[in-house]
């Protein structure tokens, strides 16, 4: 094995392998660019895999990444060499890239080439890395990280975009019910609502076999699933995590699965906070952690935060599918190829048209293709600007989804537009119903061209051959390495291609335009180890808590709202912490780092006099606006018999008791600004909590606009014309943003606090109505409720309640059980609804009921 490794070390320092390697590069990168490609004779072929065979042998990540990489730029052209299938056969076996092998095999038949040890190393391979209840066989990383968890009670991994890390969690969620016998509940965190049901879709396929166990995504368990040896598996954001924990009744969770793990510790990312203080709540009852990353080259951090064994970790660097990187320079008119060798090649190319559209059509044809516009006002845009000059595109399954569309929002929304060409736009807020039909239409390929937001860095599976990356940034933010390559590393399908293309394209002047500092993210491949602030204290973190416990200025005037949001939310923890006396890493180094940091606290813990329970329940929330709202005597408790002028009264009440005019005023949904917001939040919740169709709250919003005359944007009033096809989309997206954002996250957050904070002070039967329910679910109908903690959106638990409530059976209000076959024959087939209805009930759609 020494003389292997030394043998692949003298092979990666070659001079005539970089000289190979660097020609096949070339190649690829003219072939893609319909540039007259150079040619490799038949002894640089051969030597190139001869290379790729020695360096495959190899243990170093390099080595097997380079091993895989010839082989991906060899294949397009040499897919039919008998040579050529030999080698990539057994490179591919002694990788144990068995998606890629199982893709490449379907190009020839040369298994009897094989020489017999590879013959035998292959067939053990898919004897002992077959998945269980799977056709699947883990590649030779994956099958290392699986045998290390099942020996491990905490674990960190990371590894890249396409590793498959979820396909792991599973494949161990899976070993763990068999060998413990379905003794566990599980909860999977995900980082937010938009990859909820994604997750618990996956999760309802992949154990459909298993009888015991529901899988659930609301903190609370339905009555029917309540039986003697009932299991569960949770998809959580962090708040519902929160909210699941602080209820002493719900069933004890045993493991905890933090998917796209990087999001805990994430510098300028406001919800990262929150994520912390979930997963500290969680180790707090004894659940064991497991915590899954993209490209972060110090996974053990996230065990340090919660004081586990550093130990327990894996980093993966080999990928199981290869990545080409361009810059495609449409202002100054130049193409770089970034080689795996460190160095850049110019492509010699013909800039007589420098228009955007026109490169992705010639670049992208005939494959599927992300393009990512950081904004959403971008990603709609660029769409439908793109989409004009396309040929209409006609299927029976664009059109469904157009009339879903029409039916579920608005007839003129441009999304509709741009399916016409076969086009479409993505980002987090879409609605579900919608946002699952597109990915579909994407996987399909009835849409090649897929325009959208960072939603993708949260983890939404849609991986396409191209990758098109028009801006730098995430927000205001600029990429950092992480969020690069989990964005850059959907380039590319395991097991439908070799390889994937990432474009940085500049098409404006501001994008990329500092090209020596904004396209290292690009050209260097390996992350920097994350330095977390509550360990760090970089950029005067800790000093900055103590300005917000203090009710100081910050250390920088010029801070931005989300900087002050996370010292905030920071400082509400300590002091939460402080309080129920946890020595957290948080605290710990806070009191370290700061000589004034204990008398601080405990002169704040002294004022407050709120359960921990609720300040814990509501960290988001400045505890000395609770304690105010605890101690005073003039709180009025809300009713279920509400409308729009109560709701006005009531926002106007919730404004003073938390101070929205100084802490809801700046950052990306702000409360307060203008005051008069709190008017257009009125006509939205009492839409919304009335269970009125999406479709019919867009409509009233427009008149209230309408009858306004002006709209809110980007800091100011605009003339508003109800007739304008622009507006009524502006409106469009302002409401299923708002209520998404602000009334079933920040309206939400408030209204649970002030239910909590009655609750305590009256009790129960004094408290009144909580409000917060109502933002979540959008309803005031329990029975609604109900129906979706079982799983079922809220459109589809209003047909079902509307048209067949003899299905259902409900006692004191709970529902008990629901008679499904019944339910599928009285169900209209012609309905929009029918596909989704059966999917959820695992019916098949193409069976007449």
Same mark, same amino acid.
């Given at each position: 094995m020494r003389y292997i490794e030394e043998l692949a070390q003298q092979a990666l320092d070659d001079e005539y392998l970089h000289e190979l390697f660097f020609k096949i590069?070339? *190649?690829?990168? #003219?072939?893609?660019?319909? *540039?007259?490609?150079?040619?490799?004779? #038949? &002894?640089?072929?051969?030597?190139?895999?001869r290379f790729a065979d020695i360096l495959s042998r190899s243990k170093i990540d390099e080595a097997k990444n380079k091993a895989y990489k010839i082989i991906s730029l060899l294949f397009d052209k040499y897919s039919s060499n008998a040579v050529f299938q030999t080698f990539a056969n057994s490179i591919l076996v002694k990788l144990g890239n068995f998606q890629a092998l199982s893709f490449i095999e379907k190009f020839s038949n040369t298994e009897s080439k094989l020489p017999y040890e590879i013959l035998y190393e292959k067939s053990l391979k898919e004897v002992f890395q077959k998945i269980s209840h799977s056709e699947f066989i883990f590649t030779d990383s994956q099958y290392h990280i699986f045998e290390t968890l099942k020996n491990s009670n905490h674990f960190s991994f990371s590894g890249p975009t396409s590793l498959g890390k979820s396909f792991i969690i599973n494949a161990f969620i899976r070993h763990l019910i068999t060998e413990h016998r379905g003794t566990d509940n599980l909860v999977i965190l995900v980082p937010s609502r938009a990859l909820i049901n994604q997750t618990v879709n996956k999760l309802k396929q992949e154990f459909k076999d298993v009888e015991n166990y529901t899988i659930l995504a609301h903190p609370s368990v339905p009555v029917?699933?309540?039986? #003697?040896?009932?299991?569960?598996?949770?998809?959580?954001?962090? #708040?519902?995590?929160?909210a699941y924990l602080s209820k002493i009744d719900n069933p004890k969770i045993d493991y905890l699965f933090v998917n796209e793990a990087h999001k805990v510790i994430a510098p300028t990312d406001t919800r990262s906070p929150l994520y912390y203080h979930a997963i500290l709540q969680a180790e707090r009852k004894s659940i064991k952690l497991f915590f899954a990353s993209p490209n972060v080259e110090n996974p053990e951090i996230f065990l340090q935060l919660f004081e586990k064994s550093q130990d327990e970790k894996i980093v993966i660097k080999s990928s199981p599918v290869a990545k080409n990187r361009y810059f495609l320079d449409l202002i100054e008119n130049k193409c770089l190829m970034f080689s795996e060798l460190n160095k850049d090649y110019k492509l010699d190319m013909n800039f007589s048209n420098n228009d955007f559209f026109f490169w992705l059509k010639k670049l992208g044809n005939n494959d599927k293709n992300i393009i990512y516009c950081n904004s959403k006002k971008d990603t709609i845009s660029y769409a439908l600007d793109f989409s004009k000059n396309q040929p209409i595109k006609k299927s029976n399954n664009l059109e469904s989804v157009k009339e879903l569309i029409k039916e579920y929002l608005h007839d003129k929304y441009y999304l509709i537009d741009c399916l016409d060409k076969g086009i479409a736009f993505h980002f987090g807020n879409l609605p579900q119903l919608i946002r699952e039909k597109i990915e579909w239409l994407f996987e399909e390929k009835e849409i090649d061209y897929l325009f959208c937001t960072s939603t993708l860095l949260e983890g939404v599976n849609l991986p396409a051959k191209n990758i098109f990356i028009l801006a730098n940034k995430i927000g205001l933010s600029k990429f950092t390495d992480v969020d690069f390559w989990n964005l850059a590393g959907r380039a590319g399908r395991m097991t439908k291609e070799m390889s994937g293309n990432i474009i940085c394209v500049r098409e404006k002047e501001n994008k990329w335009n500092n090209q020596k500092e904004d396209l290292k993210v690009v050209r260097n491949k390996i992350s920097k180890p994350f330095e977390p602030l509550m360990i760090k204290g970089q950029g005067k973190f800790f000093e900055n808590i103590e300005a917000s416990l203090t009710n100081k200025d910050f250390s920088n005037k010029s801070s931005s709202q989300s900087e002050k949001d996370i010292w905030n939310y920071y400082a509400n923890l300590i002091l939460i912490h402080e309080i129920k006396q946890d020595d957290s890493v948080l605290r710990t180094n806070f009191i370290t780092k700061n000589k004034n940091a204990l008398k601080i606290l405990q002169e704040q813990k002294k004022k407050i006099s709120?359960?921990? &329970?609720?300040?814990?329940?509501s960290s988001m929330i400045k505890p000395k606006y609770q304690n105010e709202i605890y101690q005073s005597s003039d709180t009025q408790f809300l009713s279920s018999d509400f409308n729009y002028s109560v709701i006005v009264g009531v926002l106007q009440n919730l404004a003073e008791y938390y101070n929205w005019e100084n802490e809801e005023t700046g950052g990306k949904n702000p409360l307060y600004k203008p005051s008069e917001k709190i008017k257009y939040y009125a006509v939205l919740m009492d839409n919304w909590m009335k269970s009125k169709p999406l479709k019919m709250i867009i409509s009233n919003t427009i008149i209230y606009y309408k009858n306004k005359g002006q709209i809110w944007e980007n800091g100011s009033y605009i003339q508003f014309n109800y007739k304008e096809k622009h507006d009524i989309n502006k409106v469009i997206n302002l409401v299923i943003s708002d209520i998404d954002n602000v009334l079933r996250f920040k309206l939400k957050n408030y209204f649970e606090n002030y239910y909590m904070l009655l609750k305590e002070k009256l009790g129960a039967l004094n408290a009144g109505a909580n409000w917060a329910d109502f933002l979540e679910y959008g309803t005031t109908d329990s029975k609604i409720i109900e129906l979706q903690n079982i799983g079922i959106p809220r459109h589809l638990a209003q047909y079902i309640l509307e048209n067949h409530e003899s299905c259902l059976l409900f006692e004191n209000g709970l529902l008990q059980s629901i008679n499904k076959n019944k339910l599928h024959q009285n169900f209209d087939i012609e309905s929009n609804l029918y596909n989704e209805f059966c999917e959820l009930f695992g019916f098949d759609k193409n069976t007449t009921n």
């Open positions: 590069e070339q *190649i690829q990168a #003219e072939t893609f660019f319909h *540039i007259e490609p150079q040619d490799l004779d #038949e &002894k640089e072929l051969f030597d190139l895999l029917m699933f309540r039986k #003697e040896n009932s299991r569960y598996i949770f998809v959580f954001t962090p #708040e519902r995590l929160i709120v359960p921990e &329970k609720i300040l814990s329940a």
